[in-house]
């Protein structure tokens, strides 16, 4: 007989947008400092500066990247958008190794057959193989 479960959410730790919005403005800080004269240099830094300003907002805008109770999973899809992913369409719930841009780390994934759903730490505010652990354990045993 499965318990019930209350609901959790994971989210992205409150200090990542502030470190985040911090780094634009550096940026862009740093870009007027050395411009010596070149439009090139702060322009660039401004831009730089906009996608890690951007990325500070998606990450006020929807802090929640996972949600979890016994009718299934919630997982933010796009800038600012849930799906709902009842348990019957998740095939998988795993933590695998991924590197990329230099970094390496685990990541949480979902699979839902047609959808496939990756978290990292960051995203999550938590280790994802804790993560997996809790969303395994509030899946309710099919009988």
């Known amino acids: 007989m499965h318990e019930e479960t209350s609901p959790r959410q994971w989210r992205v730790r409150p200090a990542l947008p502030v470190l985040k919005t911090i780094g634009a403005v550096a940026l862009v800080g740093l870009g007027v400092l050395f411009a010596q004269g070149d439009l090139v240099r702060p322009v660039l830094a401004a831009t730089a500066a906009a996608v890690l300003l951007g990325w500070a907002v998606r990450d006020w805008v929807a802090p929640v990247r996972l949600g979890v109770d016994d009718e299934g999973v919630t997982v933010l899809k796009g ?38 759903h990756l978290l990292s730490r960051n995203d999550l505010g938590a280790e994802p193989a804790e993560v997996a652990e809790a969303v395994r354990a509030a899946r309710p045993a099919t009988g």
């Open 79 to 116: 800038w600012s958008t849930y799906q709902r992913l009842p348990w019957r369409t998740v095939e998988s719930v795993d933590v695998t190794r991924r590197s990329g841009r230099g970094l390496a780390g685990e990541v949480l994934e979902i699979d839902a057959g047609e959808t496939l």
